[in-house]
Structure formats: structure tokens, C-alpha cells
């Protein structure tokens, strides 16, 4: 849809979009944005009335509820490459376009995985703890090593394989699981596809770097645990639905492995009071993985780009779109 030049756009902001001001400095006067909202369906209806673009990241559920509810809404400017809380067929149906940004924040999670799986091994938030507490090393564990280690990654896209050329510097052996990629897809990290059953049997740690659809929705449950080595670690970067959160927090009160990174939750934010905070060999962090300042910076860039070429009826790079009615 082309706006008139002279016509303001009024449009919406997530609060979670980072660094808003560079986003803001750079949409332009012809964009009037507002700020904030919450994660719940009536509030982003209420707040989307009258708007025709929305600046999101994935806390905000975009149903089919929300798009057909809300008839002013021209385009979605996703941050990131998940596009699950998105229902893309209602925004088609609707008449809204959706553009986002894969791979742009790639080694930012990447980089996060692995940051999560030495915090885990090495016992960095242990160690801290214990230094708070006025105790010292003989208090503390030994740590595992991650070098000369078997790492499993489930899901070798974007994230996977930036991961797997990470761990090259750890002298490990790279083994990973997805059924939608071919040895061939493996060769410049040497990585080793496998199926799943292998890759756990083998594994000292297991990374999650998958999509979630309903392929993958829970597939990280109580079995999968339990084939794990009692000494491995699982690392979570992508979606916290991958992980039945139950299944793990039971499988890290019986033992049945030695600890977990994670990114994100089943829901978020995580509570205060869940039970992953009372284990020491569990290292969470607050869905963090993609927003480091380069990462972000970018995708804002791209992402103003992209929208800004959408209203003056430009043509968009087809890897920003996922849906162009």
C-alpha cells in the first residue's frame, strides 16, 4: 500500500525493541511512533488502533484475534528470525505484510550458547556466588572442560552452524541432528549430522539452535532427557516451548544431567520463584541472546530500511519477507 508523502504514519513500538533511540532517530518526521505495550492481546489491539506499523520483537502475541482486529495495520517490522508468535496466515488473510530479519542475529546467539555452556562448566555464577557468600575455591566445584568435548547441536541453520565454527577453537567433536540439511551442509564447519538418538548418546553437551514449530514444540521432553548422559549439559538458545520445562527441572533434581544453560522459558519472563533458580549447576538469563549491540544495531538499520521502502512502494530484499499480500 503507498501512503502519501505528506500523510504521517502512525505506528507502534515495542518497548523491547533495542536501542530505540537509534530507531526512532532514524524512521524520520513522517513517522509518528508511540512506545509500549503490553504482551497481551487486548492491550496490542487497543494500542494498535489507528497504526500501520508495528516495531516488534517476539513477546508480543500477533494472532488472528489481533490482526483482524485491528484494521488499520499496514505492517509488521519483526526484529529476529522467529516468527512464532506471528500468525502469518491471518496477516496475509488481513492485508498486512511482515518483514524480519534471519541470520542478522545469528552469532550474536551463537556466541550466547557458548557463553551459557562455559558459565555452566566452569561454574561462573558458583564461583561468583561463593565469593559473595565469603567463601572461597575449596568451596567450590571442579570444573568441567569443555575442550576436547563432544558437543550435540540440534538444528543446524543460521545459529548451528555459527556455533559449530566456535567450537572449532575448543578442539571438539561437532555432531548435530536436523532432518532438514544434507552432509553437504556440514562440510566447512565438520560437523557430523546424525540422527537424534546418536547425537545424545554421545554428547557431553546438548545445544538447542532449532526453529520452533510444531515439529519441535516439547521435543526436548522427559525421554530425550533421560538419554542423555548424566554428564552432559543442555543449552537452550532458542525457544523455551523446544523444552518441556517440567521434564527438565525433574531431570535436574534426579540427576539425570549435570546441568543447563538457558536463554529462554516456556513462559516469559521467567518468575521469580521458579524451581531453575534453586539449582547452582543452572545458569539462566533473561532472553538476551540476540541483543548485542552490533546484532541489534543492524537489524534496526535494516529493518527502517526495509520499512521505509515498504510505504514509498519500493522493492524489498525477499530475505525480509515473510509475508508481501
Not at 161 to 167: I, K, M, P, Q, V
Not at 188 to 199: H, I, Q, Y
Amino acid at each position: 500500500m503507498t501512503e502519501r508523502p505528506s500523510e504521517p504514519v502512525y505506528g507502534l513500538v515495542d518497548q523491547d525493541v533495542k536501542p530505540r533511540d537509534r530507531l526512532l532517530e532514524r524512521i524520520g518526521d513522517r513517522f509518528a511512533l508511540d512506545v509500549g505495550v503490553a504482551p497481551t492481546e487486548p492491550a496490542v489491539i487497543e494500542k494498535l488502533r489507528g497504526k500501520r506499523v508495528l516495531f516488534t520483537t517476539s513477546r508480543l502475541p500477533l494472532t488472528a484475534d489481533v490482526f483482524e482486529a485491528t484494521d488499520s495495520l499496514r505492517l509488521v517490522s519483526k526484529i529476529g528470525t522467529g516468527l512464532d508468535s506471528i500468525d502469518l496466515e491471518a496477516a496475509a488473510a488481513n492485508g498486512v505484510a511482515v518483514l524480519y530479519t534471519p541470520g542478522m542475529n545469528a552469532l550474536s546467539v551463537a556466541e550466547h550458547a557458548l557463553s551459557l555452556l562455559l558459565a555452566v562448566n566452569r561454574n561462573i555464577v558458583v564461583g561468583q556466588d561463593a565469593l559473595r557468600n565469603g567463601l572461597w575455591r575449596d568451596e567450590v566445584p571442579n570444573a568441567r572442560p569443555v575442550t576436547g568435548t563432544t558437543v550435540g547441536i540440534i538444528g543446524f541453520g543460521n545459529v548451528g552452524s555459527r556455533l559449530a565454527g566456535l567450537l572449532s577453537g575448543f578442539n571438539v567433536d561437532v555432531l548435530t541432528y536436523d532432518p532438514y540439511v544434507h552432509d553437504i551442509d556440514t562440510d566447512v564447519t565438520g560437523a557430523e549430522l546424525v540422527d537424534l538418538p546418536a547425537l545424545l548418546d554421545a554428547s557431553d553437551a546438548v545445544v538447542v539452535t532449532a526453529e520452533h514449530t510444531a515439529e519441535t514444540h516439547r521435543m526436548i521432553d522427559s525421554a530425550v532427557l533421560s538419554r542423555m548422559n548424566s554428564s552432559a549439559v543442555l543449552v537452550n538458545t532458542a525457544r523455551g516451548s523446544i523444552v518441556d520445562q517440567e521434564a527438565l527441572v525433574d531431570a535436574l533434581a534426579n540427576g539425570t544431567i549435570a546441568g543447563a544453560g538457558l536463554d529462554v522459558f516456556e513462559d516469559e519472563p521467567l518468575s521469580a520463584d521458579s524451581p531453575l533458580h534453586d539449582f547452582e549447576n543452572v545458569v539462566v538469563t533473561p532472553h538476551i541472546a540476540a541483543s548485542s549491540i552490533r546484532a541489534r544495531s543492524n537489524i534496526i538499520d535494516t529493518l527502517v530500511d526495509c520499512t521505509h521502502d515498504y510505504f514509498e512502494n519500493e522493492s524489498i530484499d525477499d530475505r525480509f519477507v515473510a509475508v508481501l499480500p
